[in-house]
């Protein structure tokens, strides 16, 4: 269940996608450097929660960071885990700041929720400049650049002593800057020692609309960095510029390698590769985990004003052939219908569910 509480992300990644989102919130904020906050936004999610009796994990958030500075003013991403944890629905974050303490007492009471941090490199001179424009020269407006890596991974470390699980997430891997095995490896290292048992990761891709664009904000690092990464990006699918599948493969090798001699499992997020006319999901080859996420956690179904497990699944939707959380349409495994849902169809499935209860 995704949620986007601010639409634009004061981090200000030069890498960042949600510039090339088409709605006119992400508009403003590419032109303008505004994010836009929706009042209230809390009482939304809490009133389509009470409108559903079938829940996946809340999702903080696709697109832009769930505690980022405004998140200290309006408190979204905190009442918004509130009316998940309230009802006993779990909820999950990626984050590139440190997470409020509120936050995480209120995660560690349900047992499915976790927490996911994104990091791309330990040197934090590199790290700043590749947020808040820094590789350019200035800070993009209303950029406030994150945590530090000290701070992000001491945050990681204060969750994972809290009892909340920790995912690390070397996300993206951006070739030729921060893709040495040195580099994976002292990040896999640094995410173990500050709890993480699982690990994903992605290279960078490029909307291609805005090729030019991301490009040009890497010029900073060096004119011999933006002539190699215009040659790696040489594979086109579904709008984004990907780096070449030898190259890519060759990281999550390492990376797998890395995360197998130290105990702890690996998967991917949104990699591919063409196919003829398709694309075929690169975790076929590289995930050792049962969820790309490393965390199995079940479709829950309302019990009262709570919800509790469905079933004892591992969750794991894409490779399911018998739903035996009894949502039929998420045994995905079985055929290659429709992966993607939204509020309609939890409401369909509520609206299924209650049906045979009756």
Not at 90 to 99: G, H, L
Request: proline share 3%; glycine share 10%; charged share 25%.
């Amino acid at each position: 269940m995704l949620i986007n509480p601010y639409n634009g992300c004061s981090v200000g990644c030069i890498y960042c996608y949600a510039r090339a989102l088409p709605a006119a919130y992400f508009r403003l904020f590419n032109d303008q450097g505004l994010v836009t906050v929706f009042e209230d936004f809390d009482r939304v999610v809490s009133d389509q929660l009470d409108s559903i009796s079938v829940a996946a994990c809340g999702y903080l958030s696709p697109v832009c960071d769930p505690f980022q500075e405004l998140e200290a003013t309006y408190r979204l991403s905190e009442k918004i885990v509130g009316e998940f944890v309230g009802r006993n629905i779990p909820v999950e974050f990626i984050t590139k700041c440190e997470v409020p303490a509120g936050v995480i007492n209120l995660m560690k009471e349900q047992r499915h929720s976790f927490g996911q941090f994104s990091a791309s490199t330990v040197d934090e001179d590199l790290r700043r400049r590749l947020m808040a424009g820094g590789a350019t020269g200035g800070a993009t407006d209303g950029a406030t650049d994150g945590a530090t890596v000290d701070e992000l991974f001491g945050s990681m470390a204060h969750c994972a002593e809290e009892g909340l699980p920790v995912v690390l997430r070397i996300d993206p891997v951006i070739p030729h800057l921060t893709d040495s095995r040195e580099e994976l490896k002292a990040l896999v290292e640094r995410g173990i020692e500050s709890g993480a048992r699982h690990i994903v990761s992605s290279v960078m891709d490029i909307p291609a609309r805005m090729a030019k664009e991301v490009f040009a904000k890497f010029r900073g690092l060096g004119v011999g960095l933006l002539y190699d990464l215009e040659r790696a990006y040489c594979d086109s699918i579904d709008g984004y510029l990907h780096a070449g599948i030898d190259y890519r493969r060759r990281i999550f090798d390492i990376l797998r390698n890395l995360c197998e001699a130290k105990g702890i499992t690996f998967a991917l997020c949104m990699e591919y590769e063409k196919i003829g006319d398709g694309v075929v999901g690169l975790n076929r080859e590289f995930m050792s985990s049962v969820n790309c996420e490393g965390m199995d956690v079940p479709l829950y179904v309302r019990d009262g004003e709570r919800f509790s497990p469905a079933a004892d699944c591992s969750g794991a939707c894409l490779s399911c052939m018998d739903a035996r959380c009894g949502v039929d349409d998420l045994a995905m495994g079985r055929d290659k219908g429709k992966k993607d849902f939204n509020l309609r169809d939890y409401r369909r499935w509520s609206r299924d569910l209650e049906g045979r209860d009756g």
